[in-house]
């Protein structure tokens, strides 16, 4: 808890500079806030944790997308898993995607597979109307 007020200082420290939307949420990591402003400055719209999926807590739902996105700084074998059983529900329930963003590599997640995608691919689908 002491790492999300920490958190929460950090952005407020800030805040006069922020959109309204981010000063509003309560992130859990840095990578989230770097990532909610790129979102921010595209004008895409997003949710932050709107709801658990498969006993997992996915970052973003981007809703004019129709895309999941999971922000990692690294990516450890229960996320690996959990993930994957993710975009298996998602893609046969929902008929949407997920897809996973790190600094250096973004990825579409699957059953089978997270297949590497570049930034500029990435931002391009979460761009889609």
């Given at each position: 808890m002491?790492?999300?007020?920490?958190?929460?200082?950090?952005?407020a420290?800030?805040?006069?500079?922020?959109?309204?939307?981010i000063?509003?949420?309560?992130?859990?990591?840095?990578?989230?806030?770097?990532?909610a402003?790129?979102l921010?400055?595209?004008?895409?719209?997003?949710f932050?944790?709107?709801?658990?999926?498969?006993?997992y807590?996915?970052?973003?739902?981007?809703?004019?997308?129709?895309?999941w996105?999971?922000v990692?700084?690294?990516?450890?074998?229960?996320?690996?898993?959990?993930?994957r059983d993710?975009?298996?529900?998602?893609?046969t329930?929902?008929?949407?995607?997920l897809?996973?963003?790190?600094v250096?590599?973004?990825?579409?997640?699957?059953?089978s597979?997270?297949?590497?995608l570049?930034?500029?691919?990435?931002?391009?689908?979460?761009?889609?109307?």
């Amino acid at each position: 808890m002491a790492r999300r007020a920490k958190l929460a200082l950090n952005v407020a420290d800030q805040a006069s500079d922020l959109p309204e939307a981010i000063k509003r949420t309560r992130f859990r990591s840095q990578l989230e806030i770097a990532f909610a402003l790129q979102l921010e400055a595209r004008g895409i719209r997003w949710f932050y944790e709107p709801e658990r999926l498969c006993r997992y807590l996915v970052d973003f739902y981007l809703p004019e997308s129709r895309l999941w996105v999971e922000v990692k700084g690294r990516l450890n074998s229960r996320d690996h898993l959990l993930l994957r059983d993710v975009a298996t529900f998602l893609a046969t329930e929902r008929k949407q995607r997920l897809l996973m963003y790190t600094v250096r590599q973004a990825y579409m997640v699957s059953a089978s597979a997270f297949e590497p995608l570049t930034h500029a691919d990435f931002w391009r689908m979460a761009s889609a109307r």
